[in-house]
């Protein structure tokens, strides 16, 4: 069982930067690839980033490449994805997810356990 505490939410504004966090409980943290998602209002929940236990590998969906970066710290049971240029339609809940898959994947139903979320907001 792995529980999952998104931190790191907030306002922002236009182009500004910030930084979610997700750590885990549980041990063996490093035995699962980790995912972001996010869901605005009124829309699908939408693949954000996933990292691989083999931190070397990694995905991001095509509205975040290259804005976004998603990275892990096995010793701290977390993952982090540190967003920059933020636009406003980046505004949504963020999503932290676990996968027992050792190659991470872009599909929400490949990963069996959830945060909460947390909710970014960016606007001026």
């Known amino acids: 069982q792995v529980q999952l505490v998104e931190s790191g939410g907030g306002l922002v504004q236009p182009g500004g930067s910030l930084r979610v966090s997700c750590r885990a409980s549980?041990?063996?943290?490093?035995?699962?690839?980790m995912g972001w998602f996010r869901q605005a209002p009124g829309k699908e929940r939408e693949f954000v980033a996933a990292?691989?236990?083999?931190?070397?590998?990694?995905f991001y969906g095509d509205s975040v490449k290259g804005r976004f970066t998603i990275y892990r710290d096995d010793a701290k049971n977390s993952v982090h994805l540190q967003m920059t240029s933020l636009k406003p339609e980046d505004t949504a809940d963020y999503y932290c997810?676990?996968?027992?898959?050792?190659?991470?994947?872009?599909?929400?139903?490949?990963?069996?356990?959830w945060g909460q979320g947390t909710q970014v907001t960016v606007s001026s």
């Open positions: 990292i691989s236990t083999t931190r070397s590998l990694t």
């Open positions: 549980g041990r063996k943290f490093g035995r699962y690839s």
């Open positions: 997810a676990a996968g027992r898959r050792r190659v991470a994947t872009i599909k929400s139903c490949d990963y069996e356990y």
